[in-house]
């Protein structure tokens, strides 16, 4: 099946460390976006890549970091610098040229205890 | 991207059809308008999208009004798992202008009944 994956669906982490988010997809498209969504609140994007090895800010990327090496992998880091990380995390994935058309994981539920 | 109006929630039978309105009074003539759905603690699930002329794919149908200022998204037959929250957003084509961000607002909590 096409799709993408994020893993794992829960997180548990303590204060001041780091943790990675996966976010794997097999659609062939060439975009990949994170977003950060808090509980009753829309969804604010974090980074997005449009193409291997080249990524950028989006409108909260404070406190996080991303790389692209592959174009089906675009994980996510939520550094000790982040504030307030605790959060349901959204990775989505478009073609290119069809950015309106994001297709989403089922999210990571990322608590810091 | 255009200001986009839903009630903020319907009822609708198990199997009948679900009519979801949105108006965005303000869209501009190369403004598409897009319909996703958010299912609690699930990421948001893209659904369909149209210019003017009415679209239909295998989850849903989409009618827009000819002076589109407004829009309906039809589900023909609702079923229990269908409740979720239906967002509309309105946006330019994928010209490579403008945020990449989606922007989703309150949207319709649509709640199916048994």
């Known amino acids: 099946d096409g799709g993408i994956t994020q893993s794992p669906k829960y997180l548990f982490r303590k204060e001041g460390q780091n943790v990675t988010l996966s976010c794997e997809q097999n659609l062939n498209h060439d975009a990949m976006y994170w977003y950060r969504q808090d509980p009753g609140q829309g969804l604010r994007l974090i980074y997005y890549?449009?193409?291997?090895?080249?990524?950028q800010k989006g409108d909260i990327a404070e406190g996080y970091s991303v790389s692209r090496e592959k174009k089906e992998s675009f994980p996510l880091t939520v550094t000790s610098a982040q504030k307030n990380p605790t959060a349901f995390y959204l990775c989505?994935?478009?073609?290119?040229?069809?950015?309106?058309?994001?297709?989403f994981g089922p999210g990571t539920r990322l608590t810091v205890l | 991207d255009a200001k986009t109006t839903q009630p903020p929630s319907m009822d609708c039978a198990e199997g009948r059809a679900a009519n979801l309105p949105c108006n965005h009074s303000?869209?501009?003539?190369?403004?598409?308008v897009y319909w996703y759905r958010q299912i609690h603690s699930q990421g948001p699930q893209y659904i369909i999208h149209?210019?003017?002329n009415n679209e239909t794919n295998e989850m849903a149908s989409l009618i827009i009004t000819e002076d589109r200022k407004s829009s309906t998204l039809i589900l023909p037959h609702a079923t229990l798992r269908d409740t979720a929250v239906y967002y509309c957003?309105?946006?330019?084509?994928?010209?490579?202008?403008?945020?990449?961000?989606?922007?989703f607002g309150k949207g319709t909590k649509l709640s199916v009944i048994p």
């Open positions: 989505a994935s478009s073609p290119r040229t069809g950015r309106n058309t994001q297709y």
């Open positions: 890549s449009q193409i291997v090895n080249d990524f």
């Open positions: 303000t869209i501009s003539g190369n403004e598409y």
């Open positions: 149209g210019l003017k």
């Open positions: 957003i309105v946006r330019v084509d994928d010209s490579g202008a403008g945020s990449y961000q989606l922007t």
